[in-house]
């Protein structure tokens, strides 16, 4: 099936016993057993739900990969990772992440051992040198990353990890299945916080791992059961609805963020826009090669650095000032005060978060009206 029918169509079809063209919320912790130890495919919902089947399955589908995993958030999701990684262990990662990422990955290194290192996610020779300075168990990836929309060449920096025997993981939260598939591109793992794109209406909490390979998948859903982090069934069949609409929502966010991006490079109060869908993206080429499309995230630089950004966010009316990202409604934030808060000031500094730095998801509107709500904002600053 081409991706928009599969989007529709994935997590199994309609019910072989009712016929119901949704699949069925089971809100039950735990299922009869015809003896001790004997059941019919369930026993607690920890370990596993017939709604969140339909739902994992769909994520494999998805993305692709052999084995779909579906928990409590994405930093749930990003947490059962951590707990695969033995004592001691080094990860690379580039060094534009989200800043939950960011205070996990912290949180590992000064409890438990975890080595970190950070290096520029648009250098593939910079992943080489990190990986020849020490034994890697894995590779972290954002493509594009969050929030300067950067991007890492998937396929090359894969080919390299596997060579000095790493796996990689990719956050594809931005892009989503609709228009990136880093599992195709040599990838082993994909992480997605499933309340932003694929929930798409900013009523859900969830995240989501798929693995490439049976193996790894099957190590992670034991994790998964052991940790716990798992999401209810209500909010499996919320992903899963949500799912249903992906194609046409990310062209709709696609447009719109192209839009909005291309009126925001022209102002003489910005200092930069970070969009991989503009021609002057110092990654354009990269982006038109492993990305069908670029999503609905847009960054933008104002000159006059923190006033200018608070008088810009308060002047808005269409755009909701609020964390979170992805869902049909335009959202605005500012990363050095909210979702990068955790992350020093001075490492901030170092990679490129500065104060005047705020980060739009363009959601679903009609275009004219956003560019008109970011006219209001720059006439306020």
């Given at each position: 099936m081409r991706p928009d029918t599969k989007f529709v169509h994935s997590g199994g079809g309609p019910d072989r016993q009712t016929g119901a063209v949704n699949p069925a919320i089971y809100l039950?912790?735990?299922?009869?057993?015809?003896?001790?130890?004997?059941?019919?495919?369930?026993?607690?919902?920890?370990?596993?739900?017939?709604?969140?089947?339909?739902?994992?399955?769909?994520?494999?589908?998805?993305?692709?990969?052999?084995?779909?995993?579906?928990?409590?958030?994405?930093?749930g999701a990003l947490a059962?990772?951590?707990?695969?990684?033995?004592?001691?262990?080094?990860?690379?990662?580039?060094?534009?992440?989200?800043?939950?990422?960011?205070?996990?990955?912290?949180?590992?290194?000064?409890?438990f051992g975890l080595s970190v290192a950070y290096v520029d996610p648009t250098s593939t020779e910079a992943f080489a040198a990190a990986l020849e300075a020490g034994e890697s168990h894995i590779v972290y990836l954002e493509s594009p990353t969050n929030p300067l929309m950067r991007l890492t060449d998937l396929a090359a920096v894969s080919s390299l990890a596997h060579r000095h025997h790493a796996r990689v993981v990719v956050d594809n939260t931005f892009a989503s299945p609709v228009f990136q598939r880093p599992l195709e591109l040599g990838a082993d793992l994909i992480l997605h916080s499933t309340t932003k794109y694929l929930g798409g209406h900013s009523d859900l909490i969830g995240g989501a791992l798929v693995a490439s390979q049976s193996?790894?998948?099957?190590?992670?859903?034991?994790?998964?059961?052991a940790v716990g982090a798992v999401p209810g069934p209500v909010d499996c069949f919320l992903v899963l609805r949500g799912i249903r609409t992906l194609g046409v929502r990310m062209r709709a966010h696609d447009r719109n963020g192209l839009a909005v991006a291309e009126y925001l490079e022209k102002s003489s109060k910005v200092q930069a826009v970070h969009y991989p869908g503009l021609p002057s993206h110092p990654q354009a080429a990269l982006a038109r090669r492993q990305m069908s499309g670029f999503g609905g995230m847009v960054s933008v630089d104002l000159k006059a650095g923190m006033s200018a950004a608070r008088?810009?966010?308060?002047?808005?009316?269409?755009?909701?000032?609020?964390?979170?990202?992805?869902?049909?409604?335009?959202?605005?934030?500012?990363?050095?005060?909210?979702?990068?808060?955790?992350?020093?000031?001075?490492?901030?500094a170092a990679r490129g978060i500065t104060d005047g730095l705020v980060r739009l998801s363009c959601g679903i509107e009609d275009?004219?009206?956003?560019?008109?709500?970011?006219?209001?904002?720059?006439?306020?600053?």
């Open positions: 039950s912790s735990t299922f009869e057993q015809t003896a001790p130890n004997e059941n019919r495919g369930y026993v607690y919902s920890r370990t596993s739900n017939p709604t969140r089947t339909a739902l994992e399955t769909a994520l494999a589908e998805l993305e692709n990969g052999r084995r779909g995993l579906a928990f409590s958030s994405g930093l059962t990772l951590l707990e695969d990684l033995p004592s001691g262990q080094r990860i690379v990662a580039g060094d534009d992440l989200y800043g939950g990422t960011w205070r996990l990955f912290h949180h590992h290194e000064t409890q193996d790894w998948g099957e190590r992670l859903a034991w994790l998964q059961n008088r810009f966010l308060k002047a808005l009316k269409i755009f909701t000032l609020a964390e979170s990202l992805g869902g049909v409604e335009s959202l605005a934030e500012h990363p050095a005060s909210m979702t990068h808060a955790s992350v020093p000031p001075e490492v901030r275009s004219r009206d956003l560019v008109a709500d970011l006219a209001r904002g720059l006439r306020a600053v």
